[in-house]
Antibody, heavy 120, light 108 residues
Framework: QEQLVQSGGGFVQPGGSRRLSCTASGFIFSGYDVSWFRQAPGKGLQWVSYLSFTNGATLYADSVRGRFAISGDNNKKSVSLHMNNLRVDDTAVYYC??????????????WGQGTTVTVS | EIVMTQSPAALSVSPGEGVTLSCRASQRVSSRVAWYVQKPGQALRLLIYADSTRAPGIPARFSGSGSGTEFTLSISSLQSEDFAVYYCQQYETWPPATFGQGTKVDVK
């Protein structure tokens, strides 16, 4: 069964840092892209960042550019989101998701279970 | 950025009944609408993509339709496991792929 397993959430003070991890189970990321999304309390799902394992391209939402960094490991089994200079409004449940470009660029077909980051 | 608006925000349905959820896009979307379901504490699960194609393993009681700016997800004969929150998403213009605010379906 193809799954994404997330870890790394927790409490952090404003200005602090946190690293979230997303590990593939039942597949490897080769041939796929990955995005991170977040959902703040009472808010909708928001795209945060993107990584292509094909060409290494990365993209970021304006709200996190310069503070967050996405990276993948060389064995294509996990993705990390490095979050720096965290702000109170970064508080959210963070989700990683696999993007299968053969189904449609930007379509997420497998999601992680989510991990909560609280900045306070 | 394309804004997706779902309606209603919530509805109560009896098991065995059918339901139709709506999603409106702020501009035309061409065969790039998906639907997801989320249960508390669980990962989002892809139900429908390309407006009307069921994802692998999704039962036939789920169907998607629509075009242009108006899209619907229909569930015939709701089962106990179907009571959850449903999201529509456009991936026509990406990034960002944008989501509706969700429709919560609970038991009447």
């Amino acid at each position: 069964q193809e799954q994404l397993v997330q870890s790394g959430g927790g409490f952090v003070q404003p200005g602090g840092s946190r690293r979230l991890s997303c590990t593939a189970s039942g597949f490897i990321f080769s041939g796929y892209d990955v995005s991170w999304f977040r959902q703040a309390p009472g808010k909708g799902l928001q795209w945060v960042s993107y990584l292509s394992f094909t060409n290494g391209a990365t993209l970021y939402a304006d709200s996190v550019r310069g503070r967050f960094a996405i990276s993948g490991d060389n064995n294509k089994k996990s993705v990390s989101l490095h979050m720096n200079n965290l702000r109170v409004d970064d508080t959210a449940v963070y989700y990683c998701a696999r993007l299968d470009v053969t189904l449609g660029r930007g379509l997420s077909d497998v999601w992680g279970q989510g991990t909560t980051v609280t900045v306070s | 950025e394309i804004v997706m608006t779902q309606s209603p925000a919530a509805l109560s349905v009896s098991p065995g009944e059918g339901v139709t959820l709506s999603c409106r896009a702020s501009q035309r979307v061409s065969s790039r609408v998906a639907w997801y379901v989320q249960k508390p504490g669980q990962a989002l699960r892809l139900l429908i993509y390309a407006d009307s194609t069921r994802a692998p393993g999704i039962p036939a009681r789920f169907s998607g339709s629509g075009s242009g700016t108006e899209f619907t997800l229909s569930i015939s004969s709701l089962q106990s496991e179907d009571f959850a929150v449903y999201y529509c998403q456009q991936y026509e213009t990406w990034p960002p792929a944008t989501f509706g605010q969700g429709t919560k379906v609970d038991v009447k």
